[in-house]
């Protein structure tokens, strides 16, 4: 799944334009990944200026959404 690390999001919204499926929305100046419209594409991931997108697996339980 494609996640946010909330804590590292600085809220540029840099991902919201880049995602071809409006599957990120805002949440309190973070992003949040609309897990059910998101199609693991990835573009999302090498827009963001502070890294805070990334590729986790399903069912991690320690990371930070
Ligand atoms: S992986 Fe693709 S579909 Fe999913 S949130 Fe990122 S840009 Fe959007
Ligand atoms: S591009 Fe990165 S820092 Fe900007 S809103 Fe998206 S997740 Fe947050």
Redesign the pocket.
């Known amino acids: 799944m ?1 996640a946010v690390d909330k804590p590292e999001c600085v809220g540029c919204e840099e ?1 919201l334009h ?4 409006d ?2 929305a805002m949440k309190n100046n973070k992003a949040e ?2 897990q059910n ?9 090498p827009i963001c200026p502070v890294k805070a ?1 990334k590729a986790v697996p399903i069912g991690v339980n320690n990371y930070r959404i």
Request: with cysteine; proline share 5%; hydrophobic share 45%.
């Open positions: 494609i991902c880049v995602c071809p499926l599957a990120i990944i609309i419209k998101c199609n693991q594409c990835e573009r999302c991931i997108i």
